[in-house]
């Protein structure tokens, strides 16, 4: 008897070759249900539709179709099974020799601007993972695929093994079956619990799943594996398309999403940041985008050297002309015009990403721990000089308030203990991941040297001493933003307004370990 493969598939890529080779090579015969079935008759291939073969219609819509006796009976029998097998004869069932289902597409429907509630339960699959879940328990017996890119691997397999499959090869089918579930089932748990109304700030349970976009060299240093995982839709980094350069190392991704978060705070002006282990080294404004790369460059231009680069606009020929003055490790934007291209492909090994959507982002960090991990909500909360505080006697201007929500912004994202010192628009120096305040305001007006006249200073967390503010005003500084909160804040403040500063309190911490 001829072998009976089940094909239902939502994502049609690769199905008629598929289909022609089992047919015409290895003599399969198919039951298939709805467009499945259509798209293999279309293409002149013979095919028994699910309904015809259970002699059940298709009810509800369509929700009810493969959720039959013949269709498990036939994934589940155990062929070394005498009890199995006699139930299979009794009950006019064929055993079913290879399974292709992949489901519907729910991440894809959740991912589209304005999609409801109802029109996204249509997309959660039934009789799709009851048929993958059996078919992997079953990998002793019968082969599944759950994904195109296994098709030609599977037909390969059977090629170099007389038309069959090894039970190594069904094994590794079945674990990708039961990872494609599993991900899938945390998808829509997720998108579930978004759409609740809920108390608790953080979830009772939460799960993170991924799909290995490519094996990376290694992870931090090279005695660590590392690999690069997507969750969820081709969105973030795995959307990026690079331009050119070599690929991407676990350090750059690491040092790119750093990147991409500082560039997000500036959307108004042309912006760019220069970035070294994850801490800006150079973040600057200006009236173009190569001004703006300039002055971001030149903040730190020792540093700047291997460093990562992100701009907020598309690389103009002006811009590319200066990123090919120095080596870079990598260079992302939202774009890139064509002249500025061919100007960059002279740095062939400069790593260029071009990432439409700089803005999105996860909503949450995961760090892990023994035993387990740790999540918490984005720090996207967005600065507001409204809400600021100005504790001072000496109140600051309009244009001195934008030089400290700059440099408020930079600091954000810098290592904890951080200290941003700052003036037109450019960082001048900046202290961080210390052990005490003092020691990254010391690192920070160090860098700036005598720029640091009439310049802004910003400090992540509040000063528990009026020490950091003195020293602050003997480099020049003028203004003081930070989140206040010390029980000796008005020792500060007092500092501040003896020695003639400006002093913003923000309300808002911005740690980060």
């Given at each position: 008897m001829a072998r009976l493969a089940l094909l239902s598939v939502s994502n049609k890529t690769g199905l008629v070759e598929l289909a022609r080779s089992l047919q015409e090579e290895f003599k399969f015969e198919f039951i298939s249900?709805?467009?499945?079935?259509?798209?293999?008759?279309?293409?002149?291939?013979t095919v028994t539709k699910v309904?015809?073969?259970?002699?059940?219609?298709?009810i509800l819509g369509g929700r009810v179709k493969t959720l039959h006796p013949r269709i498990h009976g036939g994934i589940l029998a155990r062929r070394d099974n005498s009890q199995d097998v006699a139930d299979l004869e009794d009950n006019q069932i064929r055993p079913i020799d290879l399974v292709v289902v992949n489901l519907y597409p729910f991440e894809e429907t959740i991912s589209k601007a304005g999609v409801s509630l109802s029109e996204a339960v249509e997309q959660i699959d039934i009789g799709g993972p009851a048929m993958l879940r059996a078919s992997a328990k079953n990998f002793a017996h019968l082969t599944v695929l759950c994904n195109p890119a296994q098709y030609e691997e599977y037909l390969q397999e059977l090629r170099q093994n007389k038309g069959e499959a090894s039970l190594e090869f069904r094994q590794k089918a079945a674990l990708k079956g039961f990872l494609h579930t599993s991900e899938y089932d945390r998808a829509i748990s997720s998108y579930l619990s978004s759409q609740v109304a809920d108390n608790r700030e953080t979830p009772q349970e939460f799960s993170i799943t991924g799909k290995q976009v490519q094996s990376l060299r290694y992870g931090e240093n090279p005695h660590q594996s590392a690999a690069w995982y997507q969750t969820g839709t081709a969105s973030g980094w795995a959307a990026a398309t690079k331009l050119q350069g070599k690929e991407l190392s676990y350090n750059n991704l690491v040092d790119l999403e750093a990147a991409r978060r500082i560039i997000t705070e500036f959307t108004d002006n042309p912006a760019a940041v220069v970035l070294k282990h994850t801490n800006p080294c150079g973040v600057a404004l200006g009236n173009t985008l190569v001004e703006a790369y300039q002055k971001a460059f030149n903040a730190d231009s020792m540093s700047a050297f291997g460093g990562i680069v992100a701009l907020n606009q598309p690389?103009?020929?002006?811009?590319?002309?200066?990123?090919?003055?120095t080596f870079l490790e990598c260079v992302v934007a939202p774009g890139c015009e064509e002249d500025a291209q061919e100007i960059i492909a002279a740095k062939s090994k400069l790593r260029v990403l071009i990432l439409p959507d700089l803005q999105s982002g996860r909503l949450e960090t995961i760090k892990v721990i023994a035993g387990g991990f740790l999540m918490q909500a984005a720090d996207d909360i967005l600065a507001d000089s409204n809400k600021w505080q100005i504790v001072t006697d000496k109140k600051p201007s309009q244009k001195e308030i934008e030089e400290l929500l700059f440099a408020w912004k930079v600091c954000k994202h810098v290592k904890s203990n951080a200290i941003v010192v700052s003036k037109e628009l450019t960082t001048l120096g900046v202290g961080a991941g210390q052990m005490n305040r003092v020691g990254a305001v010391k690192i920070a007006l160090?860098?700036?040297?005598?720029?640091?006249?009439?310049?802004?200073?910003?400090?992540?967390?509040?000063?528990?001493?009026?020490?950091?503010?003195?020293?602050?005003?003997?480099?020049?500084?003028t203004g003081i933003i930070q989140p206040g909160g010390s029980l000796r804040d008005q020792d500060s403040i007092e500092a501040a307004n003896k020695l003639g500063l400006t002093m913003v309190l923000t309300g808002n911490r911005h740690f980060l370990h």
């Open positions: 249900s709805g467009g499945t079935a259509k798209v293999l008759q279309d293409a002149g291939l309904a015809d073969y259970t002699g059940s219609p298709e690389i103009d020929a002006a811009t590319a002309t200066e990123l090919t003055k160090e860098q700036a040297e005598e720029k640091a006249q009439g310049g802004f200073l910003a400090s992540d967390g509040f000063f528990p001493f009026d020490d950091s503010v003195k020293t602050a005003a003997e480099a020049g500084i």
